[in-house]
T-cell receptor
Framework: AQKVTQAQTEISVVEKEDVTLDCVYE???????LFWYKQPPSGELVFLIR??????QNEISGRYSWNFQKSTSSFNFTITASQVVDSAVYFC?????????????FGQGTELSVKP | DAGVIQSPRHEVTEMGQEVTLRCKPI?????LFWYRQTMMRGLELLIY????????DSGMPEDRFSAKMPNASFSTLKIQPSEPRDSAVYFC??????????????FGQGTRLTVV
C-alpha cells in the first residue's frame, strides 16, 4: 500500500536557523513521483518540487534543498537560513501512476514556525 | 494564466441544503482533481477527471457527493443534502498530462465550507 509519513507534526525554529523536514514514503511501484507543497497561513497549496524515482540527484533552489534517497525511501526538505515567511505547513506527497501527477497521496504535513 | 480559480471562497450553509462548489482549471490542463482537507483526515482525493471524463471517484465519501465536468474549463462538486461533517476546505487542482511523466498539479485557493 502507498503511504507518506511526515513524523514531525510541528517544528519551531528561530530565524536564520537551518531546518529539515522529513518525509518517508511507501510504495510497491518502481516508477513514482514525489512532491513537496507549501501551505501558508492564507491557505493555498503552492507547488515546490517534483522528483521522479529514477533521479536521485539532490536539488537546490535558493535556500531550499531536497535530498532523495531511495535506499531509505526518504525525500527530505531542508530550508537554509530560515525566514519568517517560511512559516507554513509543508506537505510531502507521492504519485504512483503515470500521467496522473495530480493523483496525490499526501502526508499529514509538518507545521513550521519561524520566529524572529 | 490566472491559475486554478475556485468559487466561492467561503460558504456557510445549513444542514440539509444543497451546496455547489465551482472550479475553473488552468487552460490547457487535461486533468482536474477535487480534494478535501480536514483536520482529522488531512488532504484526500475525492475524484479526478481526464479530458472531462471522470476516471476515479473512489474517494467520494457518499452518494450525497457528485461531481461534473461539462467542459474543459469548468467543473462542479455538489453536496446534496449537506451535513455538518462535510465542513472542510475543498480544493480543486489541475495538471497537464505529458504522456510520459507525472506533471505537478496546481491548486486553487480552496473553498472553505461550513455546514451548520
Amino acid at each position: 500500500a502507498q503511504k507518506v509519513t511526515q513524523a514531525q507534526t510541528e517544528i519551531s525554529v528561530v530565524e536564520k536557523e537551518d531546518v529539515t523536514l522529513d518525509c518517508v514514503y511507501e510504495t510497491r511501484d518502481t516508477t513514482y513521483y514525489l512532491f513537496w507543497y507549501k501551505q501558508p497561513p492564507s491557505g493555498e497549496l503552492v507547488f515546490l518540487i517534483r522528483r521522479n524515482s529514477f533521479d536521485e540527484q539532490n536539488e537546490i533552489s535558493g535556500r531550499y534543498s531536497w535530498n532523495f534517497q531511495k535506499s531509505t525511501s526518504s525525500f527530505n526538505f531542508t530550508i537554509t537560513a530560515s525566514q519568517v515567511v517560511d512559516s507554513a505547513v509543508y506537505f510531502c506527497a507521492l504519485s504512483e501512476v503515470y500521467n496522473q501527477g495530480g493523483k496525490l497521496i499526501f502526508g499529514q504535513g509538518t507545521e513550521l514556525s519561524v520566529k524572529p | 494564466d490566472a491559475g486554478v480559480i475556485q468559487s466561492p471562497r467561503h460558504e456557510v450553509t445549513e444542514m440539509g441544503q444543497e451546496v455547489t462548489l465551482r472550479c475553473k482549471p488552468i487552460s490547457g490542463h487535461d486533468y482536474l482533481f477535487w480534494y478535501r482537507q480536514t483536520m482529522m483526515r488531512g488532504l484526500e482525493l475525492l475524484i479526478y477527471f481526464n479530458n472531462n471524463v471522470p476516471i476515479d471517484d473512489s474517494g467520494m465519501p457518499e452518494d450525497r457527493f457528485s461531481a461534473k465536468m461539462p467542459n474543459a474549463s469548468f467543473s462542479t462538486l455538489k453536496i446534496q443534502p449537506s451535513e455538518p461533517r462535510d465542513s472542510a476546505v475543498y480544493f480543486c487542482a489541475s495538471s497537464r498530462g505529458s504522456g510520459s511523466e507525472n506533471t505537478e498539479a496546481f491548486f486553487g485557493q480552496g473553498t472553505r465550507l461550513t455546514v451548520v
